[in-house]
Each structure stands twice: as C-alpha cells, then as structure tokens.
C-alpha cells in the first residue's frame, strides 16, 4: 500500500508564500501524474495543479502565476510553491498520485494539509 505524507501547511499573511511537500511512501514502482487539490469549507473539492511524468504541468486560472508544482521522481515527491497569496486560497490542500505497483495501476490521497491565509 502507497501513503501520501503532506506537509508545509499553516497560517500566513495575504501576500505571503508557503511550500507544501508531498512524499510517497510504499513498493512503487512508478508515478505518473501527481496533483494538487484543494477544498474550502462549503465548496467542493477542485484541482489546482497536476504534472506529468513528462514534467507538463497544468493549473487552476484562479492560481496561474501564483503557484508552481513541481516534482523529484528520485524521492517520489511533489511540491507546490504557493506565491502571493490571498484569503481565498484558505483551505486543506490534498496531494493525490497515480502510480505503478506490484498490483497494477492505482491512485492515493494524502491526508490534507491546512492552509489559511489571513486578510
């Protein structure tokens, strides 16, 4: 079984950054496409951000040029730098893979970080 282990979330001021780290644990043998989500209370869960094994990435317009994803396939982790940020970026940010194991294909969640932007 694959565990998603998130971290870097927390509190910060309108304008500020933060980095959230995600890092997968498990007999992998490979990763494609890794993701970021995000859910505000109220609101249904939506995709921010997603790249590819190839390194194509793809954003949410509500984030483009804020936030940047990135990935390090040697350490099975997907990062997302957050720039200026804004109260309404405020909720629990989840990381999601689709990867390769002994099984076959199959998809893990991580267990959702806070972040919460203060005006």
């Known amino acids: 079984q694959v565990h998603m282990v998130e971290s870097g979330g927390g509190l910060v001021q309108a304008g500020g950054s933060l980095r959230l780290s995600c890092a997968a644990s498990?007999?992998?043998?490979?990763?494609?496409?890794m993701n970021w989500y995000r859910q505000a209370p109220g609101k249904q869960r939506e995709l921010v951000a997603d790249?590819?094994?190839?390194?194509?990435?793809n954003y949410a317009d509500s984030v483009k040029g804020r936030f940047t994803i990135s990935r390090d396939d040697a350490k099975n982790t997907v990062y997302l730098q957050m720039n200026s940020l804004k109260p309404e970026d405020t909720a629990v940010y989840y990381c999601?893979?689709?990867?390769?194991?002994?099984?076959?294909?199959?998809?893990?969640w991580g267990q959702g970080t806070q972040v919460t932007v203060s005006s």
């Open positions: 498990g007999t992998i043998v490979s990763i494609n496409a």
């Open positions: 999601h893979a689709d990867y390769m194991d002994r099984r076959g294909w199959n998809n893990a």
């Open positions: 790249i590819t094994s190839g390194g194509t990435t």
